[in-house]
T-cell receptor, first 111, second 114 residues
């Protein structure tokens, strides 16, 4: 079945720096790739998503890129702020609705 | 902004007991899901539900698990005879459409089996 790998598992950056989280997926039929932010004691919150007919999508300080040939997608956060500190999960789906999640990245932004 | 709500936030149950976790999905959504997250691990799919029947279920979702939409607003997950390994966060999610549609999650129920 589908497998999603995510790196790094932890990421520490200085406030104002950029952060990049990478994921790879195994099933070439996957066509939907959301990113979730999970704060302590909360559920996953959708922050951005991308579909397979698009190579890049941006929403203010957050961007996602997709390389279908290499089967990988990345989350880019620019001008990081302390409130960006959380666990970030990538996920993949192939239109059957089931989301397959990556293992998560704990991002710490130091002031 | 509409949100998915889950109750209770924390449930403590003796092993072997039945437990029901409750969810109120976003009102105009038609597709409903349960996921679980064991402490420190990734989120795992359990089951999806549409038009009053299960669309897909994972290997985790065995005969001890069942889901129901008893009325127009609630969506429940029942574990018939809980085991220690059922201890986890259980998240409900809903989406408006099928395939490549955003799934919105609740804040979860922490289930602790003693």
């Amino acid at each position: 079945g589908e497998n999603v790998e995510q790196h790094p598992s932890t990421l520490s950056v200085q406030e104002g720096d950029s952060a990049v989280i990478k994921c790879t997926y195994s099933d070439s039929a996957s066509n939907y790739f959301p990113w979730y932010k999970q704060e302590l004691g909360k559920g996953p919150q959708l922050i951005i998503d991308i579909r397979s007919n698009v190579g890049e999508k941006k929403d203010q300080r957050i961007a996602v890129t997709l390389n279908k040939t290499a089967k990988h997608f990345s989350l880019h956060i620019t001008e990081t702020q302390p409130e960006d500190s959380a666990v970030y999960f990538c996920a993949a789906s192939k239109g059957t609705d089931k989301l397959i999640f990556g293992t998560g990245t704990r991002l710490q932004v130091f002031p | 902004e509409p949100e998915v709500t889950q109750t209770p936030s924390h449930q403590v149950t003796q092993m072997g007991q039945e437990v029901i976790l409750r969810c109120v999905p976003i009102s105009n959504h038609l597709y409903f899901y349960w996921y679980r997250q064991i402490l420190g691990q990734k989120v795992e799919f359990l089951v999806s539900f549409y038009n009053n029947e299960i669309s897909e279920k994972s290997e985790i979702f065995d005969d001890q698990f069942s889901v129901e939409r008893p009325d127009g607003s609630n969506f429940t997950l029942k574990i018939r005879s809980t085991k220690l390994e059922d201890s986890a966060m259980y998240f409900c999610a809903s989406s408006a459409g099928q395939g490549a549609q955003p799934q919105h999650f609740g804040d979860g129920t922490r289930l602790s089996i003693l």
